[in-house]
């Protein structure tokens, strides 16, 4: 069974940081060949691609809105991929998915909820 578990989500004020995690487990082929992804869903918006790092981790991709705020990073020892959040806006409020893609197929976490509010 297939299972993405997201962690770190959290209320923070506008300016701080959050630290996402995502753990990998059941997948049918080696972590390491996955594209591993961060979307969000911020209320009343539709689900938006936000960071994508590749299977060996040397490229990464961000979507305009947080470039220079956010990193993606994984171990693929671990089965892992972070999201680093710094500097945190209003707008970022949203439900964080992970995603692991290997093409044709891809698997998503639940989410977790991240509120950027004073």
């Known amino acids: 069974q297939v299972q993405l578990v997201e962690s770190g989500g959290g209320l923070v004020q506008p300016g701080g940081s959050l630290r996402l995690a995502c753990a990998a487990s059941?997948?049918?082929?080696?972590?390491?060949?996955?594209?591993m992804r961060w979307y969000r869903q911020g209320p009343g918006k539709e689900r938006e691609l936000v960071a994508t790092?590749?299977?060996?981790?040397?490229?990464?991709v961000y979507t305009n809105a947080v470039k220079g705020r956010f990193t993606i990073s994984r171990d693929n020892a671990k089965n892992t991929v972070s999201l680093q959040m710094n500097s945190l806006k209003p707008e970022d409020t949203a439900v964080y998915y992970c995603?692991?893609?290997?093409?044709?197929?891809?698997?998503w976490g639940q989410g977790t909820q991240v509120t950027v509010s004073s």
């Open positions: 995603n692991a893609l290997r093409t044709p197929v891809n698997y």
């Open positions: 059941g997948l049918p082929f080696n972590f390491n060949q996955y594209i």
């Open positions: 790092i590749t299977s060996g981790g040397a490229f990464t």
